[in-house]
């Protein structure tokens, strides 16, 4: 079966650091461009960023630029997000996907395998 584990989020202060993961199961993850996405209540879900299958292109959500790094570990089948100087707005359950596009990546469609999120708050 298909497994997308998200792990590593938390209560944080502005200004520090997380290191989410998403493990992953059953699937060709070593084939696939992988995404992260979030979701803060009440908004619909954002794109954040976006590796190729090798890890080698990088794409950014612009309002992440700068402060988050994605990357992958294929040996593992392991998706990382790195979440630096956090701010209030960076809440939100963050999930992990093989979706590939702002569109694609804007709803949970049966198209594309879609963890159960970890949650990031930050708080002042």
């Known amino acids: 079966e298909v497994k997308l584990v998200e792990s590593g989020g938390g209560l944080v202060q502005p200004g520090e650091s997380l290191r989410l993961s998403c493990e992953t199961a059953?699937?060709?993850?070593?084939?696939?461009?992988m995404s992260w996405v979030r979701q803060a209540p009440g908004n619909g879900l954002e794109w954040v960023a976006r590796?190729?299958?090798?890890?080698?292109?990088?794409y950014y959500a612009e309002s992440v630029k700068g402060r988050f790094n994605i990357s992958r570990d294929n040996a593992k089948n392991t998706l990382y997000l790195q979440l630096n100087d956090l701010t209030t707005d960076a809440s939100a359950m963050y999930y992990c996907?093989?979706?590939?596009?702002?569109?694609?990546?804007?709803?949970?469609?049966?198209?594309?395998?879609w963890g159960q999120g970890t949650q990031v708050t930050v708080s002042s």
């Open positions: 996907s093989n979706c590939y596009s702002l569109s694609s990546c804007s709803a949970q469609t049966a198209g594309y395998y």
């Open positions: 059953g699937f060709a993850f070593s084939s696939q461009g």
């Open positions: 590796t190729s299958n090798r890890g080698t292109n990088i």
